[in-house]
């Protein structure tokens, strides 16, 4: 858990600044991490579409045990999500499921890492699956391995209803596809088996134009996955999840070309050292600012083959060169001071005496409680906006036992201005304490608690109203 302790120093620093831009100009907060609280999402591709961000994820499920195959990757459907202030996502429902793609093994639940893109008003779905055995009349002789083929289904919205295609694209055999345009128009379908390959994709966004490329340049020890292209000021940009070392690190490779050849950058996100064997990436610019989506098994910390998607902020040296995203669970952006401020999703802790719990072990997706557990143990939660100063009271959602002493609220930093101090008392069931605040506060400041007590001390959330 500590490994997720937050932001390193530079990291904070940079974000600070933009956050701090952020608050004065942007009316909206964002999300804390995971994004997707009431189910398991993976995979996500996120795309700019009509001002909104759209995110199209793989959907994780436990299978039954009749069902796919056991202990595995369990997908039958897609959803897609959108936000446009990146704190409320929209769930816009199931948008296609193995059931209705007539070429899909409709018992594999195997509907991998997708990508949605639109062109001239048009959406395009792109998903694998493994396909039915024997029905796989398109397939290329030459070509032995998976059964994963890669399909298309169309919809003239977003959110669908999308129409898959009857066969599966004439050529493509493996998983995780990834669509680029580029800016003269053409559109480029990249995918990965063992290998990446691309290849040019017809304006009719169904069929290849081109023959397909295998891309070499990339490492062949460890398995690499989950190909996404974007360019910026003229470099394209190879982003990948890799197994370097013992599970899946995302690396980046650049080129002048769409199809490359590639030349190795480095590393935008370090293997995590808990929990999750996967990682996939895309990485969008919203608002002036890049962001990574990727995702982590927080709601199913023993299976990490359901997970759940993430956003963190990405950041570029003057040179084009990525700068590396540590995860956070506080995500990025500002919290309104009078939603319920998740601490359990904290930017920073004092070394000992704090730890985060699910609320419910039997429902994760209840969220977490943070424990304060030792005199002087504390949590930071960044940029809190408390917009025009009427605020002045807290309420804190808790639970104490063995209790003494006070919890402090303070702004700014861990001896930063005192906003209120909240006298302590043993409650063994949830109770929402309301404290006075010593003064208004305006604008945008980290918010941190401070347990200045002895016993153990839960929260669930603060409030400011
Ligand atoms: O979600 C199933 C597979 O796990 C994806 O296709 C890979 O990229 C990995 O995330």
Redesign the pocket.
């Given at each position: 858990m500590r490994s997720f302790k937050i932001l390193s120093d530079i990291h904070s620093k940079k974000s600070f600044l933009l956050l701090i831009i952020s608050c004065l100009i942007v009316e909206f907060a964002i999300a804390q991490n995971p994004l997707i609280r009431d189910q398991f999402t993976?995979?996500p591709t996120a795309r700019v579409i009509n001002g909104k961000i759209y995110v199209f994820p793989?959907h994780?499920i436990r299978c039954e045990t009749t069902q796919g195959r056991p202990d595995w990757?369990c997908?039958e459907d897609y959803h897609v999500f959108s936000s446009s202030n990146m704190t409320d996502w929209e769930d816009h429902g199931m948008i296609l499921s193995q059931y209705q793609v007539p070429w899909a093994d409709q018992e594999s639940f195997s509907m991998?890492?997708p990508d949605g893109i639109e062109r001239d008003g048009k959406f395009y779905f792109y998903f694998?699956s493994k396909a039915k055995s024997r029905d796989d009349s398109t397939a290329d002789p030459n070509v032995n391995g998976s059964s994963f083929r890669i399909g298309v289904a169309v919809a003239d919205t977003p959110e669908g209803p999308y129409r898959p295609e009857s066969n599966p694209i004439d050529h493509v055999h493996g998983?995780?596809p990834n669509v680029f345009i580029d800016h003269d128009g053409q559109a480029y379908l990249y995918w990965?088996q063992h290998h990446f390959f691309g290849a040019k994709l017809n304006s009719n966004m169904l069929e290849l134009d081109s023959e397909v490329i295998t891309l070499k340049d990339f490492p062949d020890e460890g398995l690499k996955?989950?190909p996404f292209v974007f360019e910026r000021n003229g470099i394209y940009y190879m982003t990948y999840?890799h197994v370097a070392n013992k599970t899946?690190r995302i690396e980046y490779a650049t080129a002048d070309n769409p199809l490359g050849p590639f030349e190795f950058q480095g590393v935008i996100m370090d293997e995590s050292p808990v929990g999750c064997w996967?990682?996939?990436q895309s990485i969008v610019q919203y608002e002036g600012q890049w962001f990574l989506f990727y995702?982590h098994n927080d709601y199913s910390p023993e299976f990490d083959?359901n997970?759940s998607i993430r956003a963190d902020s990405l950041f570029f040296d003057a040179d084009g060169k990525i700068q590396k995203v540590i995860p956070t669970l506080r995500g990025i952006g500002l919290t309104k001071a009078h939603a319920q401020v998740q601490l359990d999703r904290y930017s920073d802790t004092s070394e000992e005496g704090f730890q985060i719990e699910f609320l419910d072990k039997s429902n994760p997706f209840l969220g977490w409680k943070s424990v304060l557990s030792q005199p002087e143990a504390w949590v930071r939660y960044n940029q809190v906006d408390f917009e025009h100063g009427e605020l002045n009271k807290a309420m804190i959602k808790m639970k104490a036992k063995d209790i003494s002493g006070v919890l402090e609220l303070r702004i700014g930093d861990l001896n930063g201005q005192l906003l209120s101090v909240l006298t302590l008392a043993d409650s063994e069931d949830w109770i929402e304490k309301l404290t006075d605040l010593n003064s208004q506060v305006s604008g945008c400041h980290d918010l941190f608690l401070v347990f200045k007590g002895d016993g153990v001390l839960e929260v669930d959330w603060v409030s400011f109203n």
């Open positions: 993976a995979d793989s994780d990757f997908m991998w890492a694998p998983i995780d990965s996955e989950g999840p899946e996967t990682n996939h995702h083959k997970r």
